[in-house]
């Protein structure tokens, strides 16, 4: 039984990561990742290498427990948060693997189009040919890394952040009066784990783990989509059974925001763009996510955001 008498000290650090958009920011982000995964694995058990100094510094300040619950991303820092919640949830090694992942995601050579005479191509960067299948094929490598008796956390929210390319339409009622016709474009991606209900499934066969990384793979390629750049993410949502396409779509029912509201004419998808156009510091959402984060006894509550700010000279 906990001690949770008034007065106590909380001995249980809970952390809370907004991550902005901003591809230059990225690799800075990723190490920032990397630090607060170090943190935690220093107040387990068995402490790895990369604790560091974390461990005698989490024990100056009397933390025993370091749990990570809410992670909300746009862009670049989407990318970050699909790796650090399998990281949090699978075991998958946040390290040398993750550095590789953004060498290959950042080689603009290799995610160029190769131009082709008279035909003006959708976009700059392949999206789905390079940027997902890559990110999906490192993510299954490195879940095989994973250690067997990896303790994912008893929660944990991933919000991803995207933007419709077709507005949604939709009534709001300002008054008693007629309700006003107006377009969303808003959208955004939430994934959810906790003992009982999982959007990050641990299955034998693979079926359901396999299903969950396409969808974490297409949610942090959705959410960097730059226009011009990248070409729309075309996302499943619709209602029915899914039509059979090569490729196919990603089905994202559930856990997108535009289920069941696809465009007209695409066959139940809906074609979703970068999160940072309309929401590139994602910090209202975290802050949403930490009131409905369960707790089952006191704990210290921190938010961070990430966002790198140079060094200014000093002043004359």
């Known amino acids: 039984m906990s001690d949770d008498r008034p007065g ?10 907004a991550m902005r958009g901003g591809v230059s920011l990225a690799v800075w982000m ?26 005698g510094l989490l024990r100056a300040c009397g933390y ?13 820092g989407g990318l970050n948060g699909v790796l650090l919640a399998c990281h949090l949830v699978y075991g998958m090694p946040f390290g040398p693997g993750v550095r590789d992942v953004w060498l290959r995601l950042g ?8 131009s082709t005479p008279f035909h003006v191509p959708t976009s700059l960067m392949r999206g789905d040919e390079v940027f997902y299948e890559e990110l999906r094929a490192a993510l299954g490598r490195l879940l095989k890394e994973a250690p067997a008796d990896w303790r994912p956390p008893a929660s944990l929210r991933l919000i991803l952040t995207a933007t419709r390319l077709r507005p949604r339409r939709d009534l709001v009622r300002p008054t008693l009066g007629r309700p006003l016709p107006v377009g969303r474009s808003n959208a955004y991606f939430r994934f959810r784990h906790r003992t009982s209900l999982t959007d990050f499934p641990v299955d034998s066969t693979g079926v359901a783990r396999e299903g969950a990384l396409n969808r974490l ?29 090569k490729p196919p779509r990603v089905d994202m029912r559930g856990v ?7 465009d007209e004419n695409l066959n139940g998808c809906a074609e979703l763009m970068d999160g940072g156009l309309l929401d590139n510091i994602p910090v209202a959402w975290a802050v949403r996510a930490v009131a ?25």
């Open 107 to 114: 080689d603009l050579e290799g995610l160029l189009r190769r």
């Open 292 to 316: 409905g984060a369960p707790a089952v006894r006191k704990a210290d509550r921190w938010l961070l955001f990430l966002q790198p700010v140079p060094p200014f000279p000093p002043p004359p």
């Open 8 to 17: 106590r000290p909380s001995t249980e650090l809970r952390l809370a990561l």
């Open 256 to 262: 997108s925001s535009e289920t069941g509201y696809p």
């Open 30 to 55: 990723g190490g920032a990742c990397c630090e607060t995964a170090a943190l935690r694995s220093a107040a387990g058990r068995a402490p790895g290498p990369e604790a560091g100094l974390y461990t």
């Open 64 to 76: 025993e427990d370091v749990d990570i619950d809410v992670l909300a991303g746009t862009s670049a």
């Open 217 to 245: 793979a297409y949610a942090a390629r959705t959410s960097s989509s730059f226009p011009g750049a990248f070409e729309p993410a075309r996302v499943y949502v619709g209602n029915g059974p899914q039509p059979v396409e």
